[in-house]
C-alpha cells in the first residue's frame, strides 16, 4: 500500500497504516524488521499485532497512544528482540494514523545477545531494566522455569513477574533490587518442587550490566545445586567466588566490547580479547605494563585527564575518543574502584559516520529546498545565483565557482557570476566562445565535464587551472528542454577529486538553475508575444471603428438622401389624389395605392435604419416632455384599429389609471409602441385579440409605469427567446414569414427603450401567444407650472402608423 510519508519522518523505513485501528498498510521495511508476512499483519486490530504479535506491553501500547511516542521491546516472529521507538501520528480530523518503528537496538545490545548465544551450554537469560522483560533465554535456562513458561513462546517478552507468580515480595525479589540499585553482583537460592518426592535446588547469580553509567540489562545465571545439598556438601565460600569469577571471567572474555582492569598505577591488570584486537598487541604484552609504555600515540592530556577526573572523583566517567590514524571513533567508560579502574569501549565508527552523513544530507536538502524555493520566485534569478552558489561552494568545500549564460545574439557565453577569481582573470574569462576551456567545451558537448588531479595533469588545456591553484574542476551544461542556457562550474584548491554526492549536488543545482532560467525567459518571451498580440488587436480594433464610424456615417448621408426623393415621390401621389382623383380609373388608383404602400415601407426602412446609425454614434437625444401617458397610449391604440378590423382582430385598451404624467420623449414612445403593436397585429391570426394595458407596478427595485401589448398569435419558440432583441432576427416560421420586414423593429424599440431609461420584457408560450413589456420610471421633467403638452396632432400620429404598418397587406 502506497502512503505518503511526512517530511519529517522521510527518513523512517519501517510503518505501518490504521484506519479506524484496523491495519490497512504495512512496507516491507516493517516486514523485514519483524519477520512476519503481509497476510498475518492486515486486517487485524492494531493492539492484536501489538501486544500480540509483537509482545509489545500494554501500558507501552497506551503510552504511544496517549503520548504519540513510547520506547520499548518488540519481539520478531523468531523471538528476537528489538528496541525500537514507536511514533504515533493521526492524519488530523480523520480516523487515519501511522506507526513508525525506529531501530534502537545499537551494537550493545546485540554484543549481549550473541555473549548469551556464546554461554548457549549455560543456564542463562538477559533481561531489560527497569522492567524486567526476559529478552533472550538459553534453551537451559528455560527448563528451570515453571510450565508453560519453560517454552519460550510463552516466556519471551514477559515481566519476571509473569514467569514467576511468586516473584512479587520474594526474596528474590529483594535481591534483584539489590544488584540494580548497587550495580554489584547478587546471589539468590531457590527452591523448586516437582511433585511430593522430587525437589530441585539451584542457585541465581544477578549480574547488572551497564550502559552510559546507568543498570540497563540483568544477566541471570542459573546453577543446578540438589546434589550438594542433598549430600550436605555445601560450596565453601571461596569455590563459590572461584565460580563467580570464573562466570565473570567467561563473560568478559566473550562480549564485543573492549575491557580493561587498570591498578592503581595505571598499569594493565586484565585485558579481554576485544580490547587487545583494537589495541593491537596481545594481551600477555600488555598486562603488567604502563598504559602509556605501550600506548604511545594515546593522548596523555585528553585521556590523562578522564583517568585523574574518575579517581579524585571516585564516580564513572564517559566521553569519545576518536582515533585519527584509523579515523575511528569510540564511547569509553572509566569505574573507577579502590584497588583500580576498569575500562570498557564500544566502537562508534558506523554510527558517527551515519550520523555525520545525515547531518550532512539534511544540510544539503536545506540548501537545495531553500535554492529551489528562492530560483522560483525570483523574476531575476540571474541576480541571486552567486549568493545562493557561494552556500553551494561552502558546503562542498570548493573555492570557485563560475557561471556563464549564452548570448543568442553574439553567440558565445558571457559570465554572469563568479567567486574565487581575482580581477584580471575575471576580466579574461568575461566572454567565452563554444568549446574554448571546460566551461565552454560542456555547452558545446552538452554533457558534464569533470577533470581531477590537475596539478598533476600535463594537458595543455588545464594549464589555466594549474596556474589558478585549481586541483579538480567540474563544469555542468544548464540544459532545459533540450537548449544550452549556460553552464555552472565549481573549482577546489583543497581536494583532488570530487565525490560522487558532490557531483550529484552539483547536478542538482545545475538543473534547478537551468530551469529557473528558462522559466524566466520563457515568460519574457510569452509577455513580449502577449504585447504583440494586444497591439495588433488594438490595431484591429482602432480600423474596425473606423470601419463602422464610415458606415455610419455612410448610412446616415444614404438615408438621407433616400429621404428626398421619397417626400417628392409621397407628395405626388398625393397631389395626384387631390387634383384628379375622380379622373383615374380604378386601375390607376390600384397602381397609386401601391406605389404609397412601397413608398411607405421605403421610409420606414429608411427611418430605421437612420435611428439605427443615430443611436450607434450616440447622436440620438432624448426630447424630453412631461406626457400623460395613459392618454398617449389610448391615442396610439385608436390610430391602429383600423389596420387591426382588416384582420378581424380586437384590439382592447385597458388602464385603472384616468392619467399619469411622466417625462416622456413622445415621438420616441409612438415608434416603440407603434412597433409592438404592429408585431401583435402582424402574428395574431384573424378572429383572435391583442390587449393594450397600461398600470403601475414596482420593477427593478423603484417604481414604474409599465405598459403591456398582449396577442394570442402563435407565440416565440423558448430557445429563441433571447434572440428576438438581437439585429436583423426573425422567428422563421411559415407563419412568421408571411409578413415582409428585415428583423430591427424590436432591437431599435429596445434601443429606444433604454435610451429613455426604461426596459423592455418578453414573454411567451407556443400556441398561446406572446407579452411584450416596456416600463418607465415614475418621475416628471423639472419645469414651469405648465400642464403635460398635448398629444401631437392625429394627422402625424397616423402618418406615423401608416408608415409603422406599411409592411402589412391591405
Not at 242 to 247: H, I, P, R
Not at 371 to 396: E, Q, V, W, Y
Request: include cysteine.
Amino acid at each position: 500500500m502506497k502512503y505518503r510519508i511526512p517530511e519529517k519522518y522521510s527518513g523512517f523505513h519501517s510503518f505501518l497504516t490504521c484506519q479506524s485501528s484496523v491495519i490497512t498498510g504495512i512496507n516491507k521495511g516493517f516486514l523485514r524488521q519483524t519477520g512476519y508476512s503481509e497476510s498475518e499483519i492486515i486486517n487485524r486490530h492494531i493492539d492484536d499485532v501489538l501486544t500480540g504479535l509483537l509482545r509489545i506491553q500494554h501500558h507501552k501500547v497506551q503510552k504511544v497512544k496517549a503520548k504519540g511516542m513510547a520506547e520499548c521491546f518488540l519481539f520478531t516472529k523468531a523471538l528476537q528482540p528489538r528496541k525500537v521507538c514507536i511514533r504515533l501520528v493521526n492524519e488530523g480530523d480523520s480516523d487515519r494514523s501511522v506507526y513508525y518503528f525506529i531501530d534502537k537496538s545499537g551494537s550493545c545490545l546485540n554484543d549481549y545477545l550473541l555473549t548469551l548465544k556464546q554461554l548457549n551450554d549455560t543456564a542463562c537469560a538477559l533481561y531489560a531494566v527497569p522492567e524486567l522483560i526476559l529478552l533472550k533465554a538459553s534453551p537451559k535456562y528455560l527448563g528451570y522455569l515453571p510450565e508453560p513458561a519453560n517454552k519460550a513462546e510463552y516466556s519471551i517478552g514477559k515481566s519476571v513477574g509473569n514467569i514467576f507468580p511468586d516473584f512479587k515480595g520474594s526474596a528474590q525479589e529483594l535481591v534483584w533490587n539489590r544488584a540494580i540499585g548497587s550495580g554489584k553482583i547478587k546471589h539468590v537460592k531457590k527452591r523448586r518442587k516437582f511433585s511430593e518426592n522430587q525437589v530441585t535446588y539451584w542457585e541465581s547469580c544477578v549480574i547488572p550490566v551497564f550502559k552510559n553509567r546507568k543498570v540497563r540489562y540483568i544477566y541471570e545465571v542459573i546453577t543446578d545445586v540438589t546434589d550438594r545439598d542433598k549430600n550436605n556438601q555445601p560450596m565453601t565460600g571461596q569455590a563459590q567466588l572461584t565460580k563467580v569469577k570464573q562466570l565473570k571471567l567467561d563473560i568478559l572474555e566473550s562480549i564485543r566490547v573492549g575491557f580493561v582492569i587498570l591498578d592503581q598505577d595505571w598499569r594493565f591488570a586484565y585485558v579481554n580479547p576485544q580490547a587487545a584486537h583494537y589495541l593491537g598487541l596481545k594481551p600477555d604484552k600488555l598486562v603488567g605494563r604502563l598504559i602509556w609504555d605501550c600506548l604511545e600515540w594515546l593522548d596523555k592530556t585528553e585521556v590523562g585527564g578522564y583517568l585523574r577526573q574518575a579517581q579524585m572523583e571516585c564516580r564513572p566517567i564517559s566521553f569519545e575518543f576518536h582515533y585519527p590514524d584509523t579515523d575511528q571513533y569510540f564511547n569509553c567508560s572509566i569505574y573507577p574502584a579502590t584497588s583500580g579502574m576498569a575500562i570498557y569501549w564500544v566502537e562508534t565508527t558506523k554510527h558517527k559516520h551515519t550520523e555525520r552523513e545525515a547531518i550532512r544530507n539534511k544540510k544539503k536538502a536545506d540548501i537545495l529546498y531553500e535554492m529551489a524555493g528562492k530560483l522560483h520566485a525570483s523574476n531575476m534569478p540571474l541576480r541571486i545565483i552567486k549568493k545562493l552558489c557561494l552556500k553551494i561552494t561552502d558546503f562542498l568545500g570548493c573555492q570557485l565557482f563560475i557561471n556563464y549564460i549564452v548570448d543568442e545574439k553574439r553567440k558565445k557565453l558571457r559570465m554572469n557570476a563568479c567567486w574565487g577569481l581575482d580581477d584580471q582573470m575575471r576580466k579574461e574569462l568575461e566572454w567565452i566562445d563554444y568549446g574554448h576551456t571546460l566551461c565552454g567545451c560542456a555547452a558545446r558537448d552538452r554533457t558534464r565535464v569533470v577533470v581531477e588531479n590537475i596539478q598533476h595533469s600535463t594537458d595543455t588545456e588545464t594549464e589555466w587551472y594549474r596556474t589558478a591553484g585549481i586541483r579538480a574542476f567540474a563544469s555542468h551544461p544548464l540544459v532545459e528542454k533540450d537548449r544550452v542556457v549556460g553552464t555552472l562550474a565549481f573549482g577546489s584548491r583543497t581536494k583532488d577529486t570530487f565525490s560522487r554526492d558532490d557531483l550529484a549536488l552539483m547536478k542538482a543545482v545545475a538543473d534547478l538553475t537551468a530551469t529557473a532560467i528558462n522559466r524566466v525567459r520563457t515568460e519574457r518571451r510569452m509577455k513580449e508575444q502577449h504585447q504583440l498580440m494586444l497591439e495588433a488587436e488594438r490595431e484591429r480594433i482602432a480600423a474596425l471603428k473606423r470601419y463602422i464610424k464610415m458606415k455610419d456615417e455612410f448610412l446616415s448621408i444614404i438615408s438621407h438622401e433616400f429621404k428626398t426623393p421619397l417626400a417628392v415621390i409621397f407628395s405626388a401621389i398625393q397631389t395626384m389624389e387631390h387634383t384628379c382623383g375622380d379622373e383615374l380609373s380604378e386601375k390607376a388608383k390600384s397602381f397609386i395605392s401601391k406605389i404609397r404602400q412601397n413608398s411607405l415601407r421605403q421610409l420606414r426602412l429608411v427611418n430605421n435604419l437612420l435611428d439605427i446609425t443615430r443611436l450607434n454614434s450616440g447622436w440620438l437625444i432624448p426630447n424630453w416632455s412631461n406626457v400623460d401617458i395613459v392618454r398617449l397610449t389610448r391615442a396610439i391604440t385608436q390610430s391602429v384599429e383600423v389596420y387591426a378590423r382588416q384582420k378581424n382582430i380586437a384590439l382592447t385598451f385597458q388602464s385603472r389609471l384616468k392619467q399619469r404624467v411622466i417625462q416622456m420623449d413622445q415621438e420616441k414612445y409612438e415608434r416603440i409602441l407603434l412597433n409592438l403593436l404592429s408585431n401583435a397585429i402582424k402574428f395574431t391570426p384573424e378572429g383572435k385579440s391583442v390587449t393594450v394595458r397600461v398600470y403601475m407596478t414596482k420593477k427593478f427595485g423603484s417604481r414604474m409605469v409599465g405598459i403591456e401589448v398582449k396577442d394570442e398569435g402563435m407565440g416565440i419558440p423558448r430557445e429563441k427567446m433571447d434572440a428576438i432583441f438581437e439585429r436583423f432576427f426573425q422567428v422563421d416560421s411559415s407563419f412568421t414569414r408571411q409578413a415582409e420586414g428585415i428583423g430591427i423593429g424590436l432591437c431599435l424599440a429596445q434601443k429606444f427603450t433604454e435610451s429613455l431609461g426604461g426596459r423592455m420584457t418578453a414573454k411567451s408560450k407556443v400556441g398561446q401567444g406572446s407579452s411584450f413589456s416596456v416600463f418607465f420610471p415614475d418621475t416628471k421633467k423639472e419645469c414651469s407650472d405648465a400642464g403635460p403638452e398635448n398629444v401631437q396632432q392625429d394627422y402625424k400620429l397616423l402618418l406615423t402608423a401608416s408608415v409603422e404598418f406599411s409592411d402589412m397587406v391591405s
